[in-house]
Nanobody, 116 residues
């Protein structure tokens, strides 16, 4: 069983920053890799950032150096700090767990809109 609730999206100007949060209800959160995905209108969902249980991180080339993923295991929460935002970052952002990805579960996401 898994449930995630994303928050923190909004409207921001080019060059601005946002911090997304994701509260996850999943067994053994601290042992699960966590992911941030995004889906722009008319495009497929893409993986943006990953953080493993050991806190190793990986990023899509398009966000490398601008986005930072982190986790707080005590709060079962994962974050995505987004800096130097660009209009092409506009999308619905989703977080997920290993289990959620495997079973095809997705939360409601949080909308990020970057104005030019």
């Amino acid at each position: 069983q898994v449930q995630v609730v994303e928050s923190g999206g909004g409207l921001v100007q080019t060059g601005g920053s946002l911090r997304l949060s994701c509260a996850a209800s999943v067994r053994s959160f601290s042992f699960s890799a966590m992911y941030w995905y995004r889906q722009a209108p008319g495009k497929q969902r893409e993986l943006v950032a990953t953080i493993t249980s050991r806190r190793s991180t990986n990023y899509a080339d398009s966000v490398k150096g601008r986005f930072t993923i982190s986790r707080d295991n005590a709060k079962n929460t994962v974050y995505l700090q987004m800096n130097s935002l660009k209009p092409e970052d506009t999308a619905v952002y989703y977080c997920n767990t290993d289990f959620g990805v495997r079973v095809g579960y997705w939360g409601q996401g949080t909308q990020v809109t970057v104005s030019s």
